[in-house]
Nanobody
Framework: QVQLVESGGGSVQAGGSLRLSCAASGYINAALMGWFRQAPGKEREGVAC????????YYADSVQGRFSISRDTATNTLYLQIYSLKPEDTGIYYC???????????????????????WGRGTQVTVSS
């Protein structure tokens, strides 16, 4: 099975930027891919997802305007560009891919985590004030 490996996390000050990468070990046949994060003591939440069929991207309200998800199919890499980092962005960031048959509608790709069947191990992002 294809594996996903995240990178690009780190410790930054509030207001800074990071670019997270998610590299697939091979061709990943998935139209829907997303980024999720888990803050200390909280449940994992969807922050951004991309539907390659429609070209649409979706973001959690808390990151709208600061996060940008993109995908390079030539290199099998998913990206998350993060601007204006806030302390509340601290957490482990995971990328995930959904099976090709899942046709999520709208923001379901953010909320229906159980539909994703390939997950990376995560990369830590720590934002200090």
């Amino acid at each position: 099975q294809v594996q996903l490996v995240e990178s690009g996390g780190g410790s930054v000050q509030a207001g800074g930027s990071l670019r997270l990468s998610c590299a697939a070990s091979g061709y990943i046949n998935a139209a829907l891919m997303g980024w999720f994060r888990q803050a200390p003591g909280k449940e994992r939440e969807g922050v951004a997802c991309l539907n390659s069929r429609s070209g649409n991207t979706y973001y959690a309200d808390s990151v709208q305007g600061r996060f940008s998800i993109s995908r390079d199919t030539a290199t099998n890499t998913l990206y998350l560009q993060i601007y204006s980092l806030k302390p509340e962005d601290t957490g482990i960031y995971y990328c995930a891919a959904a099976p090709i048959w899942w046709t999520a509608i709208g923001t379901a790709c953010l909320t229906a985590q159980q539909r994703y069947n390939v997950w990376g191990r995560g990369t830590q992002v720590t934002v200090s004030s």
